[in-house]
């Protein structure tokens, strides 16, 4: 079985690729994207951070991902290596609809599963600045 560290860094190999199917494919059927018990950007609607469920859950978000404008993606550094993996990113990206860019230090908290499968993805982001960027307000 691959290393956790080693999936995780493939996976932004493959979202470099804009290669969705070599996502998919090290995630769970049940993986829970982005669940939360409560967070500003999800109660304002910021569609890249909606929760999702199993892997049309995550097609969505690729879906979401894909009508912002990224200027720059950068993974700066990924640790750990047991149950769970962080990705510290640099992100700087606008979304057409408001004309709003952001540039936003995030990190991608990765859980993994007993078979080595990604279960949980949840992105710990600046949500003013995404809420702001998506022409939304918090509810």
């Known amino acids: 079985m ?4 080693d999936t995780v860094q493939t996976i932004y190999q493959a979202f470099g ?4 199917p070599a ?5 769970s059927d ?12 999800q109660r304002a609607g910021v569609p890249t951070l909606l929760p999702r469920r199993g892997t049309e859950g995550v ?6 991902v894909a009508e912002v404008q990224i200027h720059e993606f950068k993974v700066l550094d990924v640790i750990g290596d047991q149950g769970q993996v962080v990705a510290e990113v640099l992100i700087d990206f606008s ?3 408001t004309g709003v860019r952001v540039r936003d230090e995030e990190l991608h908290l990765w859980t993994f599963g007993a078979d080595g499968k990604i279960v949980r993805l ?11 960027a998506h022409g939304m307000t918090t509810g």
């Not at 996502?23 to 995630?27: F, G, K, T």
């Not at 097609?59 to 979401?64: C, E, L, T």
């Not at 949840?122 to 702001?132: G, S, W």
Request: proline share 4%.
């Open 2 to 5: 691959p290393r956790n560290l």
């Open 17 to 20: 690729r804009g290669d969705v």
């Open 23 to 27: 996502i998919l494919a090290l995630l």
């Open 30 to 41: 049940q993986v829970r994207w982005e669940e939360w018990a409560d967070n500003s950007a």
């Open 59 to 64: 097609m969505a978000f690729f879906r979401a």
């Open 95 to 97: 979304v057409p609809a």
């Open 122 to 132: 949840r992105h710990y982001v600046d949500t003013a600045k995404h809420i702001r």
